[in-house]
């Protein structure tokens, strides 16, 4: 059975940055790609970026710059850092394993809560 868990998660003044953590393991096979995905709040759950085992990384349109996707394989452990942040970043960000090869179609089907599997989340908020 996967076990996914973020973290990382806070509050943070507009312009300000966080950096989540998220670790998983019991992965069952050996290719896969991790990905990050977030609830606004009066928002559809979006995909965030993705990223496989070859460290190819893909990100959504609105979110790249912003955003950075990396792993540390030694740690076990995927990151998301998120720069420049705005109030309307705030909302329970999940990190989530997929058995697919590319990281590309990892953030494709991330937006689907049935694919994969993911954590319970941790909250970002953003102040002015």
């Known amino acids: 059975q996967v076990q996914v868990m973020e973290s990382g998660g806070g509050s943070v003044q507009t312009g300000g940055s966080l950096r989540l953590s998220c670790t998983a393991s019991g992965c069952k096979y050996s290719t896969y790609s991790i990905g990050w995905v977030r609830q606004v709040l009066g928002k559809e759950r979006e995909g965030i970026a993705a990223?496989?085992?070859?460290?190819?990384?893909s990100y959504a349109a609105s979110m790249k710059g912003r955003f950075i996707i990396s792993q540390d394989n030694a740690k076990n452990t995927l990151y998301l850092q998120m720069n420049s942040l705005k109030p309307e970043d705030n909302g329970v960000y999940y990190c989530g394993v997929g058995y697919v090869t590319y990281a590309a179609s990892m953030l494709r089907r991330a937006e689907s809560r049935d694919f994969g599997h993911w954590g319970q989340g941790t909250q970002v908020n953003v102040y002015s």
């Open positions: 990223i496989d085992q070859l460290d190819a990384t």
